[in-house]
């Protein structure tokens, strides 16, 4: 059961590794020394730091809903002054929408409700688009990161402007996405 679980998370199976997608991102931007990435669906900041190690100048936004992944994040913080988190979703609207997952800190949660058929929990989140992000602060991306468990398409529609001087999208692509249509 471990087994199938991890695989179907892509571990084991050569899908998931943060580190072969940083060093792909570096590779594709070696004439860079600095960045500016866009983390959405952070999680607990293993993207952002790995980005990090390899871009110690680098400028990372980190998106994140779940509260309670946020508190374990809090810790990176202190580490890497140049990174910074909003406990905000990212769409393709703003207000306030249902964030379901599965257990505390999986990293499954999702505002599609079809994707986590089974979730333990769901709660009330802000949600904003990533372009009235970048016209309220005026940060724009070079790379931007996707990860929010088949509501990738939501992300990019809710980005249409920002995606037009982007250099790198990177998104997560797996099943979810067939459920999520």
């Not at 306030?96 to 499954?108: E, I």
């Not at 802000?126 to 088949?150: C, R």
């Amino acid at each position: 059961m471990k087994f199938s679980f991890d695989a179907s998370l892509g571990y084991g199976t050569g899908g998931f590794d943060i580190k072969n997608e940083v060093e792909t991102i570096s590779k594709l931007l070696s004439d860079r020394s600095e960045i500016t990435c866009f983390d959405i669906g952070a999680n607990k900041g293993e993207w952002a730091s790995g980005i990090l190690d390899v871009y110690p100048n680098a400028k990372v936004y980190c998106f994140e809903p779940d509260l309670k992944s946020i508190k374990v994040f809090e810790n990176l913080l202190n580490e890497f002054p140049n990174l910074a988190l909003h406990n905000i979703a990212i769409s393709d609207y703003e207000g306030v929408a249902s964030l379901h997952t599965l257990t505390d800190l999986w990293g499954g949660a999702s505002l599609l409700p079809q994707v986590s058929l089974n979730a333990g929990y769901s709660k009330d989140v802000q949600v904003d688009t990533l372009d009235n992000f970048v016209l309220k602060s005026g940060i724009q991306p070079d790379v931007i990161k996707i990860d929010v468990e088949g509501a990738e398409m939501s992300v990019l529609k809710g980005a249409s402007h920002t995606l037009k001087s982007v250099t790198l999208v990177e998104f997560e692509f797996s099943d979810l996405q067939m459920y999520s249509k």
